[in-house]
């Protein structure tokens, strides 16, 4: 694969120019996550009103992959109801996965083979190469694995 | 669909020796051979794909990683698990108990608690508990077996109590081949509110293993017992238990933040997984499963299980030879010895007629100490052997018998 | 002696495949690449000698007790060591620092003694430290490392006190390639009374050990990252202390004499390895070391000197690259990144131009903290790279520069 | 090798009509000792006087190898000076020893190399074929195994 397929501009848009970088005031929850594979961080904080995830901002270092992946979270899930901030996130997960064979070998050989582009999902399916190198996964995970976790906690404490 | 040996045997480098021209290997309980298939795999990792996993992300490590977890992934359909994380890879069934003893065991047991074991069980399966035991001051108690080598279930049902926090038994029992009521056993223990650790390091390699039916806490095997290599082996736990139990070793890519005094653990599975880990090891155990699974485990227990039966009966015709364990119930091990002939000597007879059994307590010298013996001579069969491999044990055996006359 | 790497890497099947041609592998620190005779020297076994060691008398398990106890004579042999039963075989380093800390520190260390690490240590050789210390009650003390990245030598003879049980340092670092003065640590070490593990995952690939000039007590290394295969490892101790040391693991061939509630150990080195051992792994890594020992240690220690120093250079020399790390006492391990560019990303880029170096905290998250960086890029280099692809890595630097020129 | 060069006639009659088997009376040492290999014990009894064994006896079951060594062992080192025990003790270790070469690949693959009888050892010499049997060895040694340890028992506490 080239390079440019995974380092596309809108990736490079939102590194550079971060959506939603910051701490939201007044946040109901916050998380701070580490990539156990590199040591980078984020802190996310999140705001809700009623069932609707009202306002959200990121804070961390890290590659450009981690990075984007939160800006571009942001812009798509900010405002989203909580039900359907769900199913972007397991739109995004599914992108993200390789689709695995019956067969262990066919798996590990086999380049992962590219889902058709999710429309829902608009810019973020400027991450589906990511999908090609496993442990930059992690990466563009981050920042949506530390949203799961506000979700699970707000349902916690409701 | 019966298994066609011959066939078989041609896909085992060891078998195709010049020198094991009529050979035959009864020690599979011991380890198995491998098939070509599995060295193929591993050769194949080590030529085309080997690298660190977990570690860099150029794409020999990508891969390297991809095949380690496709392996994981493997085990679990192998087993039925629910879920990926719920397989631990570590080198042996050994060192998968051990896992399980202090990770678990010895963090959550208390004094009073009690944990019931057989005393049938390999010392790999009783010499943890005594330390745990020995820590945590819970009480270790011992289901005895009868004179044709079958658990006491009366016993066992008495000893299960509200104390009990874990029973932990061999699904079959390397010295007396006894498969035990495992079903009967889980149901108790669970309704008893304890948890089930089962030793699958004899029966993993002979029939199905489906851990959700099963519906056990903890299952442990070894790689090299079913086809696999040596060094590696593995942990089945409910994923519950896995993410509140402690890790046995510490270090490497086990960690979550690491500070000065104080480190949180990864995710599962990887939390449980210290230094770089066997995968080579994992690779060649995948494609032991897919050997076992194109045969079929079904075909494999018929097989197996039918040696067993006819091996006893032809053993048990032989005047002088006396068989331990049940009858029936009877998995493709069988001890047994010769009337005042040490085993050891028998089996360096047989040796010499090319028929390779062990000889010895079989990490099992409370069987021993109950049966009255210093050790067994053992057979035990897999998928490579056949009707023909039982009859050469038979008539070397009557030859023993003619050779040891003058030494008794 | 130079050694002449063209014809070595016709010895390792990866070098030789179709899509590594051109392709430069900078990550030996986490895992060295195979020689064909260490595949073979595996293959052999399990096509020949398979079967359980030191278990059963026919003349196939002879073979392989022998086998696997020639390679642990072997592994004496290249260190040096007194006697062949100081050589444990284990799974890993990791698996090795985890035996002397459980099974030593944790036996006799109390509450007030200490344990001397460094700030610079592999998770491997810190986190069991944290854990022995949380269960003793003895107390963790760190060396920190300078600018430059050494020890600081002065705070190592401070914290070095009658209540330094044991000090416990890799002899070079993974994260910084940095070459410890041990000899002068150990001699100190000993004059206050405390015992020294040494950490040699990364030395003893590149340089001769000799344990009895050492005077080490304990020291641990991985067969994987000397061109072993992975799944095996070594602890080796002085004979007084394993003897007095606890196993770690129990079960199957490490018991003397087993009762119902307890059980005694068997002689050394059998006592602290568990169940069935690695036998194609201890046979795998002894063709690896003869491997090595046919090059030469000596030879192998200068020529990859000679790249790391050359590494050092050339990237030093590109501006917005930062090199970590003493400009000497440096193994063939070179960290460094390119200012405000991730070495995710910069990895990534590069194995796009078929270097694959390694990303990320390299099992050192201390390092990162003291270094103010998420993770560095890490290239190492061993017998079978040149000077070709020391300038490879920097060309690929140049180009990387570059690309992520917009990125800033 | 055939199996009667491991089962010579001298080790059937030594296991048949065991030598010394028993305890002595009045001994100063007894020590007990089991094989890991398979379970076998063996119980020693010593007498010494000054520095002579003036009495030995062996107690225990086991394979032909275990008992007949035992036999023969008794039997020659019964009556001797601790210093001329010790030696013969080194002379059938070594006897028992495969040869090392310097190359493990030809440890393993090559035959035990039979070392030239050992005159001084007499019927010892019988056991001789054992060190083919890396594993039997342990049965071989286990009651000098139990004699060395009475030795150093002695040394220890005079
Ligand atoms: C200095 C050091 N110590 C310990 C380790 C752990 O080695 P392993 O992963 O083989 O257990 C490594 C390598 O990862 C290392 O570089
Ligand atoms: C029933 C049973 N449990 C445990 C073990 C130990 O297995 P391993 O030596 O592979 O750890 C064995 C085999 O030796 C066994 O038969």
């Known amino acids: ?158 | 669909m019966a298994l066609e040996v011959d066939k078989i045997r041609r896909d085992f480098p060891l078998f195709q020796q010049a020198d094991k021209e009529g050979w035959v290997y009864l020690d599979s309980a011991a380890t198995s051979q491998k098939p070509r298939s599995v060295l193929a795999a591993m050769n194949q990792f080590y030529e085309q794909e080997n690298a660190n996993a977990h570690r860099s992300s150029y794409a020999l490590a990508e891969r390297a990683t991809l095949r380690y977890e496709a392996a994981r992934e493997r085990v679990r359909r192998f087993i039925n698990a629910a879920a990926t994380e719920e397989i631990i890879f570590t080198r042996n069934t050994t060192e998968s108990i051990n896992l399980a003893a202090f990770g678990w065991a010895g963090k959550f047991l208390r004094p009073g608690d009690e944990i019931l074991i057989s005393e049938m069980e390999h010392h790999s399966n009783l010499v943890p508990w005594q330390r745990v035991c020995q820590s945590t001051g819970a009480q270790l108690k011992f289901v005895e077996f009868d004179e044709q080598g079958r658990l006491v279930m009366k016993q066992f049902h008495q000893l299960l109590g509200p104390r009990t926090r874990l029973v932990a038994v061999a699904h079959m029992s390397n010295s007396l081949g006894t498969i035990h009521p495992m079903e009967a056993m889980i149901a108790a223990a669970h309704r008893a509110g304890s948890l089930v650790l089962i030793d699958a390091a004899q029966s993993a390699p002979h029939a199905r293993l489906d851990v959700q039916a099963l519906d056990a806490d903890f299952i442990a095997f070894s790689a090299h017992k079913m086809l696999g290599p040596l060094g590696i082996g593995v942990l089945y736990g409910r994923r519950s238990l896995l993410e509140e139990m402690d890790p046995l070793l510490f270090g490497g890519n086990m960690i979550g933040r690491v500070e000065h005094l104080k480190t949180t653990w990864n995710d599962l599975p990887w939390k449980l997984e210290a230094g770089t880990q066997n995968l080579a090891g994992a690779v060649g155990l995948a494609a032991a499963l897919d050997y076992l699974d194109e045969l079929g485990m079904e075909a494999i227990e018929a097989h197996d299980r039918m040696l067993g039966q006819m091996a006893i009966q032809q053993l048990c015709a032989i005047p002088g030879i006396r068989v331990y364990g049940p009858p029936d119930a009877h998995g493709p091990v069988v001890s047994f010895n010769l009337e005042n002939i040490h085993p050891h000597d028998l089996a360096t007879f047989l040796d010499q007629e090319r028929v390779a059994v062990r000889s010895g307590h079989h990490c099992c010298q409370l069987v021993m100490k109950r049966l009255r013996v210093a050790a067994t001579a053992r057979a035990s069969f897999y998928l490579y052997n056949d009707e023909e491999d039982v009859r050469r044990l038979a008539a070397a055996l009557y030859q023993a018998k003619d050779y040891f006359k003058k030494w008794l």
Chains 1, 4 share one sequence.
């Open chain 1, 1 to 158: 694969m080239a390079l440019d397929e995974l380092y596309q501009e809108i990736l490079l848009d939102h590194y550079k120019h971060p959506r939603n970088k910051g701490r939201v005031e007044n946040a109901d929850l916050s998380v701070e996550l580490k990539n156990p594979f590199c040591g980078d961080e984020i802190l996310l904080t999140v705001r809700f009103e009623q069932d609707k995830i009202s306002d959200m901002a990121f804070e961390g270092q890290g590659c450009v992959i981690s990075q984007a992946s939160a800006s571009l979270m942001t812009e798509k899930i900010k405002g989203l109801g909580i039900d359907d901030a769900k199913q972007v996130i397991e739109r995004f997960q599914r992108m993200l996965k390789r689709e695995e064979d019956e067969h262990s070998d066919a798996v590990c050989s086999a380049a992962c083979r590219h889902h058709a582009s999710d429309e829902e999902l608009d810019e973020l399916n400027a991450l589906q190469g990511v999908c090609e190198y496993p442990s930059r996964v992690k990466c563009a995970m981050l920042a949506w694995r530390s949203l799961m976790q506000a979700l699970e906690q707000r349902k916690q404490t409701p």
